[in-house]
């Protein structure tokens, strides 16, 4: 079955130490997205990519980076610069026409915590 | 610019009532599209539904009803005779020219 995958579900990192979290799909979905989702505050766009080789900074890219070498796939690095990574992160994909009006396939989330 | 509110941060009903879940939206796009996505504990946010700017037809699926207004900017959620199940966040998106906006979501708790 198609879908998004993510790894790890958990994550821990210590202060200073960048972690890459994995996104995956095989939705043949040429867009990609990362969001942020804190307690209360809905999810917030980090970085997206409508194309291979290709991405923009979304609302809150600061602390993070991305690469989009492939349409499958779309890691998130987040650096030592982000100083409050502890959150739970979630991958998305849809098809790149932007007003298609098609919705986001979601993948299951990492959830980070730093230790 | 693109903004969803959902002004509702937690609700807690009893099993079998019916609930409704309110979302307001702004944006100067004359096409967009509204949806709605249920997060279980698990995390993922699975489709729900999704309306188009130009069909204000409202939606019945099952116990789920959807109430769009173009008037007022308001894309309401309705859950008739809630169940344990139905207990999850609930998000309504706007997606326009720009990628998709969010709500904070809602929380959903149905007690037995």
């Known amino acids: 079955d198609g879908g998004i995958t993510q790894s790890p579900k958990y994550l821990f990192r210590k202060e200073g130490q960048n972690v890459t979290l994995s996104c995956e799909q095989n939705?043949?979905?040429?867009?990609m997205y990362w969001y942020r989702q804190d307690p209360g505050q809905g999810l917030r766009l980090i970085y997206y990519s409508q194309i291979v080789n290709d991405f923009q900074k979304g609302d809150i890219a600061e602390g993070y980076s991305v690469s989009r070498e492939k349409k499958e796939s779309f890691p998130l690095t987040v650096t030592s610069a982000q100083k409050n990574p502890t959150a739970f992160y979630l991958c998305?994909?849809?098809?790149?026409?932007?007003?298609?009006?098609?919705?986001?396939?979601f993948g299951s989330g990492t959830r980070l915590t730093v230790v | 610019a693109q903004k969803v509110t959902q002004a509702q941060t937690e609700i807690s009903v009893v099993e079998k009532e019916d609930v409704t879940l309110d979302c307001v939206y702004e944006?100067?796009?004359?096409?967009?599209?509204l949806f709605w996505y249920k997060q279980p504990p698990s995390g993922e946010l699975v489709f729900l539904i999704r309306?188009?700017?130009?069909?204000?037809q409202n939606e019945i699926s099952g116990r789920y009803s959807w109430n769009f207004q173009k008037s007022t900017s308001s894309f309401n959620f309705t859950i008739t005779a809630s169940q344990v199940v139905d207990s999850a966040v609930y998000f309504c998106a706007l997606r326009g020219w720009n990628d998709m906006r969010f709500g904070a979501g809602t929380r959903l708790t149905v007690k037995p």
């Open positions: 998305a994909s849809t098809f790149g026409d932007r007003l298609s009006g098609y919705g986001y396939t």
């Open positions: 944006t100067r796009d004359t096409t967009y599209y």
């Open positions: 939705l043949n979905h040429d867009a």
């Open positions: 309306r188009n700017s130009f069909d204000e």
